[in-house]
């Protein structure tokens, strides 16, 4: 916990995969795909790492002109580089802007996330495939991307950071019963209390229930018994007085 940070500082994608950095087992394909890959960062990109912003969600028809009428207002920039498909020349949605100085660079990261070119919001952060290491693409299973839909959320970034871990081992141990033995054979014991009380209980309301069915087969038994006296008496008064 001492150690803990939003924002990873070195690219794991077990970690990536858990919204606290916690996790212990991938939950999905793409983490082992991630985690098996040998990536090794694109040799024939040119400039400086530190200063380069990665710009992404873009509107694909948003040009390199565009990008540069945008960011030179936060400083003067030195390269842009608008990712396109080799096959057809589409852009892909995003890009790399190199600014000639470090203010110029935290200004933009700072101002121009989530702004709005081309009915698009913009997605800026700072360049992680040459800047983080061990960062693996999305490509590859690995990044800072994904949809909940998808159920391949990655955190660690700057827009889905980590949660910091809840480390609550002593209370869950409590409420669960998994704490000192004392309180484990106190659990026992009670249920054992329970449960003969309960048993007791059903004792008694069937030996309740027995009286009561007696009782009533007494009373009736004794009504049949009266009103058969009755009817004796009746038939000696007749004869009387005959």
Same mark, same amino acid.
């Given at each position: 916990m001492a150690d803990w940070a939003p924002i990873a500082k070195e690219y794991d994608p077990l970690k990536a995969g858990s919204i606290d950095g916690t996790d212990e087992e991938p939950h999905d394909r793409a983490i082992w795909r991630a985690m098996l890959a040998r990536y090794v960062p694109n040799k024939g990109v040119t400039g400086d790492p530190h200063l380069t912003l990665f710009v992404a969600r873009l509107n694909? @028809?948003?040009?390199?002109?565009?990008?540069?009428?945008? !960011?030179?207002? &936060?400083?003067? $920039?030195?390269? $842009? /580089?608008? %990712? /396109? =498909?080799?096959?057809? *020349? !589409?852009?892909?949605? &995003?890009?790399? %802007?190199e600014y000639k100085e470090e203010?110029?660079?935290?200004?933009?990261?700072?101002?121009?996330?989530?702004?709005? $070119?081309? @009915?698009?919001?913009?997605? %800026?952060? !700072?360049?992680?495939?040459r800047?983080?290491? +061990?960062?693996i693409p999305r490509r590859l299973g690995g990044g800072f991307g994904?949809?909940?839909?998808? +159920? @391949?959320?990655?955190? *660690? *970034?700057? =827009? /889905?950071? !980590?949660?910091?871990? $809840?480390?609550?081992?002593n209370v869950k141990n409590d409420f669960y019963g998994e704490g000192s033995s004392e309180k484990k054979n106190w659990n026992r014991e009670g249920t054992r209390d329970w449960r003969t009380r309960d048993r007791d209980?059903?004792?008694? /309301?069937?030996?309740?229930?027995?009286e009561r069915e007696r009782s009533w087969a007494w009373g009736d038994g004794d009504r049949d018994r009266d009103s058969r006296e009755e009817r004796s008496r009746g038939r000696d008064r007749k004869d009387r007085d005959r």
């Open positions: 694909l @028809q948003t040009t390199e002109e565009k990008l540069k009428e945008v !960011f030179s207002r &936060y400083g003067d $920039i030195r390269k $842009i /580089r608008l %990712v /396109r =498909d080799l096959v057809t *020349g !589409f852009s892909k949605g &995003y890009a790399f %802007v203010r110029a660079l935290l200004k933009a990261h700072r101002d121009a996330n989530r702004l709005v $070119i081309d @009915q698009h919001e913009i997605f %800026v952060d !700072f360049e992680l495939e800047t983080l290491k +061990g960062w994904g949809k909940k839909e998808s +159920g @391949q959320l990655r955190f *660690g *970034g700057r =827009d /889905r950071p !980590f949660r910091k871990p $809840i480390n609550l081992p209980h059903e004792r008694s /309301r069937d030996k309740r229930w027995g």
